[in-house]
């Protein structure tokens, strides 16, 4: 999880660098990855008002198959739980 945040945050302004502190410190020592994404998703999506779900999932998959080797089939797994409709990833 920390590789996604370290990436997210870099290409971030500082402002919004700021909230992603806030959220990563909820969930750093935790392995939901899937929350923090979906927790930066909201609040991004706030600040930019647009839809970036496809863009913070393609960032996801990249950290997950590069730095947390995760396999193809274990990432289509994982992220075949979002339910768009909701916005949230089905537990």
Known sequence: MEQFYNILKESLN???GWMIDHIYEDYKDTED???FALSCEKILRLYYGTDIHEQLKDLLIYVLYVYLNYDEDKIELLLNDYDPEHNRYIQ
């Open 14 to 16: 500082e402002e919004m």
């Open 33 to 35: 990855i899937l929350g």
